[in-house]
């Protein structure tokens, strides 16, 4: 089984500043992948970031950095240099390769304000 | 390129009817995947497809049940609806190959289902 959990309902940063969304997750599968999404007020749900599970530097995709910590099974993401456009929901995901192959579990979300 | 997209964008049915929600994928995306999407339960995942073949499936009820063209294009059905299955249905593609899970999903639009 897989599972996803994301421990701040809610997070406030300053724009410009960096903030660190926290998740993290269980899975049986030997491999696996995991996500970031955002899913803004208009609904549609945006690609982030991904990191392998035996990729060994940590994902970056501009100001998206994904923090994984294996051992801990955590896979923080961090959004440097906060814009007003980040204020949105955010969703971390993981996909196994085998026996969850095709099947993405996704965490409760952590809505995220940037204050101006 | 175009998106993915999902038809209708909104839907109200009555309780005990039958709906049905269709999805493109991204040209060349293999696989299809659907969410349910609701404040309560968050993303719960439904099904996915790749290559008409269903990979993977949720734990929703046999009311529930999808399938995928040669296109790759989707639909997925509900029959005998019921007022909690108001929800975003959110319809996915992504290009892995079998087993692949390297890259995001590529999310629709939705299609916000009303049951009254």
């Known amino acids: 089984a897989q599972k996803i959990t994301q421990t701040q309902p809610g997070m406030f940063v300053q724009e410009k500043e960096a903030v660190t969304l926290d998740c993290t997750y269980d899975?049986?599968?030997?491999?696996?992948?995991l996500f970031w999404y955002k899913q803004p007020s208009s609904g549609e749900m945006i690609f982030l970031i991904y990191?392998?599970?035996?990729?060994?530097q940590n994902a970056t995709e501009g100001r998206y950095s994904l923090n994984f910590q294996k051992a801990r099974k955590s896979a923080n993401l961090v959004i440097s240099a906060s814009q007003l456009g980040d204020s949105a929901m955010y969703f971390c995901?993981?996909?196994?390769?085998?026996?969850?192959?095709?099947?993405?579990?996704f965490g409760d979300g952590t809505t995220l304000t940037v204050k101006p | 390129k175009a998106g993915v997209t999902q038809t209708p964008r909104y839907l109200i049915k009555t309780r005990g009817q039958q709906v049905t929600l269709s999805c493109s994928p991204i040209?060349?995306?293999?696989?299809v995947s659907w969410y349910q999407q609701t404040p309560g339960q968050g993303l719960q995942f439904l099904f996915e497809y790749f290559s008409e073949t269903q990979r993977n499936k949720g734990n929703f009820p046999g009311r529930f049940s999808g399938r995928q063209f040669s296109n790759s294009r989707s639909e997925m059905n509900v029959s005998t609806l019921e007022l909690g299955d108001s929800a975003l249905y959110l319809c996915a593609s992504s290009l892995e190959d079998a087993g692949g899970v390297s890259d995001g999903y590529t999310f629709g639009s939705g299609t916000r289902l009303t049951v009254v």
């Open positions: 040209s060349g995306h293999r696989s």
């Open positions: 990191q392998g599970s035996y990729d060994q």
């Open positions: 899975t049986s599968d030997p491999s696996y992948g």
């Open positions: 995901a993981m996909r196994g390769y085998n026996t969850n192959a095709g099947k993405s579990t």
